[in-house]
Nanobody, 121 residues
Framework: QVQLAESGGGLVQPGGSLRLSCAAS????????MGWYRQAPGKQRELIAA???????NYADSVKGRFTISRDNANNMVFLRMDSLKPEDTAVYYC???????????????WGKGTLVTVSS
């Protein structure tokens, strides 16, 4: 069993900042990728940032230059620093990880339950 737990969402004014955290726990052999998705009301879930282990961060155009993703590999954590937030960033943010639970296993997708970010004055 693998669990992803997010924290750090909340209400922030336009132009403000928030930092999301996500910790992976459980039977983890290897983490291939960690990232963040978001889903706004009435819209599909979209990938906004991800880091493949050993690789460079990738960002959606909508957040490039404003959001920064980082990882703490020793503690199986991923973070999302969000600056210059806009009302259109309002969404539920989901942590995602591709994780192998055994040395012979393929990576599987795991998701957190989501944390709500509301950008409003």
């Amino acid at each position: 069993q693998v669990q992803l737990a997010e924290s750090g969402g909340g209400l922030v004014q336009p132009g403000g900042s928030l930092r999301l955290s996500c910790a992976a726990s459980g039977s983890i052999y290897n983490i291939y990728v960690m990232g963040w998705y978001r889903q706004a009301p009435g819209k599909q879930r979209e990938l906004i940032a991800a880091i493949v282990t050993g690789g460079s961060p990738n960002y959606a155009d909508s957040v490039k230059g404003r959001f920064t993703i980082s990882r703490d590999n020793a503690n199986n954590m991923v973070f999302l620093r969000m600056d210059s937030l806009k009302p259109e960033d309002t969404a539920v943010y989901y942590c995602h990880a591709g994780i192998a639970t055994t040395v012979l296993g393929f990576g599987m997708d795991y998701w957190g339950k989501g944390t709500l970010v509301t950008v409003s004055s």
